[in-house]
């Protein structure tokens, strides 16, 4: 029905940027919000940042100020600028999207699709 496709993630020194890419394709009717949340090894998955259909953005505390999220309606996809990365921004970080879809001629709503995930690594 629906995948997400992320790119982007690498091995960046402390200080520096990345930029990861989420692509949603297959039969989509809307994309109600996308998102990404990251997991580092021994913790969990938390909420990075997040936007919405309208525009509206939301970011966790720990990345205000350095991170943000952009998004590409024409494309169905999502972005996350990454600037200033700190060591312990390393982890997995996950696509989340809120989508609804085209099924048997009738319009869906899932919630939660996840993407493969892209490992970020912030060290010297």
């Known amino acids: 029905q629906v995948q997400l496709v992320e790119s982007g993630g690498g091995l960046v020194q402390p200080g520096g940027s990345l930029r990861l890419s989420c692509a949603a394709s297959?039969?989509?009717?809307?994309?109600?919000?996308m998102g990404w949340y990251r997991q580092a090894p021994g913790k969990q998955r938390e909420l990075v940042a997040s936007?919405?259909?309208?525009?509206?953005?939301n970011y966790a505390d720990s990345v205000k100020g350095r991170f943000t999220i952009s998004r590409d309606g024409a494309k169905n996809t999502v972005y996350l600028q990454m600037n200033s990365l700190k060591p312990e921004d390393t982890a997995v970080y996950y696509c989340?999207?809120?989508?609804?879809?085209?099924?048997?001629?009738?319009?869906?709503?899932?919630?939660?699709?996840w993407g493969q995930g892209t490992q970020v690594t912030v060290s010297s």
């Open positions: 989340n999207a809120d989508i609804s879809y085209y099924s048997g001629g009738s319009i869906f709503r899932k919630y939660n699709y």
């Open positions: 297959g039969s989509i009717f809307a994309i109600n919000a």
């Open positions: 936007i919405a259909s309208g525009g509206s953005t």
